[in-house]
């Protein structure tokens, strides 16, 4: 069964930076996309951004230019660099696996984590 674990969240002031990973278990993750996810209070679970299994990669607007998706197969883990945090980027955060970015996510989450921008 596909497992995730999602970690690196935490406090930190708009402007700031975090490094999150995804740890996937239970399947090999070079032949799936795998997408991050986040859900703020209130809202629904809106997409992030996407990593395919060929390296092409997918992000939101809202992050452009601010988040970075990279995957290192050998380590069966996803990584997702935030810098210059906004306090709207406050969410708990997500990762799961795809067929591809163009398809809707696998139904496998993880606990997710937290993620809280402000001063």
């Known amino acids: 069964q596909l497992q995730f674990v999602e970690s690196g969240g935490g406090l930190v002031q708009p402007g700031g930076s975090l490094r999150l990973s995804c740890a996937a278990s239970?399947?090999?993750?070079?032949?799936?996309?795998i997408g991050w996810f986040r859900q703020a209070p209130g809202k629904e679970r809106e997409g992030v951004s996407c990593?395919?299994?060929?390296?092409?990669?997918t992000i939101a607007d809202s992050v452009k230019g601010r988040f970075t998706i990279s995957r290192d197969n050998a380590k069966n883990t996803v990584y997702l660099q935030m810098n210059s945090l906004k306090p709207e980027d406050t969410a708990v955060y997500y990762c799961t696996a795809r067929r591809t970015c163009r398809t809707p996510p696998l139904d496998y989450w993880g606990q997710g984590t937290q993620v809280t921008v402000s001063s």
């Open positions: 239970g399947f090999t993750m070079d032949s799936y996309a």
């Open positions: 990593i395919h299994s060929s390296g092409l990669r």
